[in-house]
């Protein structure tokens, strides 16, 4: 589970939304900007499996001002996003599929995710804070549906182009700011937002939960490798660890940061392999603990041709207290096992699910890492020491 406060690194976390999206994504947002928008735009023409919907202002007054942009919205229709206007919308809100979300101050704009002084919460693997998050989208979609139809059509954004064009050419006082009430959208009373199926208060949800977990470590699942390639149950698995990070350390994919990875947090490393009853999955063959994740933490030239797929995965994390079984991944801790043992109890996403093992097993695809509980851990920890007794370890110092 994992409730971090974003200050600083918006621009990262637009990356992370963008795209570690897999099936859908969700935006509230008053106002969009064009360059954030085209790159919305070029990643769903490369995967036009995502379903986007946005709910955003349609102001001309913010049109002709320049505090949101018609031609953003533009690319975003002819991109396949499902937009819809509402007025007097301030709400910032966005949902990466059903495990992830963030809320705060940042419009979907370049001022708000790259150059203002914001400040939001981003949530992944919180169940009930994210199903609460999807029941107020789903409430307001929902409310502006009954409204009326407040889609925003090609037709309307081209009308609106014309129109704005026209007022900003015949503005005879370019610093005066233009207002004009025109607008169109779903103009809801106060007491249409309240949300249903959830708690109304998400953001005191959040702070609540984020105390709590503030106690508890940080505890991850690392997948090492990839399926095109995977390892052998005969093949060993070694830590990378180089002069510069003799502790060794682990590696991720640009697009998937692991900045959510704290100093002191637990880390178990899963090779992408065949366990020893020669089934294909994970297989736990390594612990450590991590020294966290930083901006700085990218691959330079020099760490790219010693290990060359670090141009593929630049971002790393170094390790400390590392160790890794000393024989062949057939004699590792298959994900199968841990699964079949620890049930829903694995990760923090699937929690009072319904879950079978077997539906489990499809939770980790596409990720390079996870969390999981303390329970997987204390798992991992008794299969890993007793395996260790039998095999022995490599220890990185």
């Known amino acids: 589970m994992s409730i971090q406060l974003v200050t600083t690194d918006h621009e990262e976390r637009l990356q992370e939304i963008l795209e570690g999206t897999e099936a859908d994504l969700r935006i509230v947002s008053p106002f969009i900007g064009l360059e954030i928008s085209k790159r919305l735009a070029a990643i769903l023409e490369i995967n036009p499996a995502i379903a986007c919907e946005i709910i955003t202002r349609f102001s001309r007054e913010d049109f002709v001002n320049g505090a949101s942009n018609l031609y953003a919205l533009k690319a975003l229709s002819e991109a396949g996003v499902s937009i819809y206007a509402l007025q007097g919308l301030h709400t910032k809100l966005y949902l990466i599929d059903n495990v992830a979300g963030m809320l705060g101050s940042a419009n979907f704009t370049s001022g708000g995710f790259r150059l203002n002084h914001e400040l939001s919460i981003f949530v992944r693997d919180e169940a009930a804070i994210i199903a609460d998050m999807h029941s107020y989208y789903n409430d307001i979609l929902k409310k502006i549906q009954e409204k009326g139809d407040f889609r925003v059509t090609d037709e309307l954004i081209q009308s609106e182009i014309e129109m704005v064009t026209k007022l900003r050419k015949d503005r005879k006082d370019k610093a005066t700011k233009y207002r004009n009430e025109h607008q169109f959208g779903a103009v809801l009373n106060k007491g249409d937002e309240t949300v249903t199926g959830g708690n109304p208060d998400t953001i005191q949800a959040i702070l609540a939960a984020g105390i709590k977990d503030g106690l508890k470590e940080g505890i991850w699942l690392k997948f090492e490798g990839d399926a095109e390639n995977r390892e052998g149950p ?53 612990r450590a603990r991590t020294k966290g994740f930083f901006k700085e933490n990218m691959a330079d030239e020099d760490m790219k041709k010693e290990f060359d797929w670090m141009y593929e995965y630049p971002a790393y994390v170094e390790l400390y207290d590392a160790e890794s079984l000393d024989t062949p991944q057939k ?59 039998t095999y022995g370890v490599i220890k990185y110092t």
């Not at 698995?237 to 991720?252: H, M, N, Q, V």
């Not at 994900?335 to 097993?361: H, N, W």
Request: glycine share 10%.
């Open 234 to 286: 005969e093949d060993r698995y070694e830590i990378a660890r180089s002069d510069k990070l003799p502790t060794g350390f682990t590696s991720f994919p640009a697009g998937n940061k692991p900045s959510g990875m704290k100093p002191g947090d637990y880390i178990y490393l899963a090779i992408i392999g065949t366990d020893g009853r020669g089934n294909s999955t994970p297989v736990i063959m390594g």
């Open 331 to 389: 004699n590792g801790i298959s994900l199968l096992d841990v699964l079949a043992d620890v049930g829903t109890g694995t990760y923090p996403s699937t929690i009072g699910t319904t879950k079978t093992p077997i539906e489990l097993r499809t939770t980790h695809y596409q990720k390079s890492h996870m969390r999981i509980t303390r329970q997987a851990k204390d798992y991992l920890d008794s299969r890993f020491e007793q395996a260790a007794k």
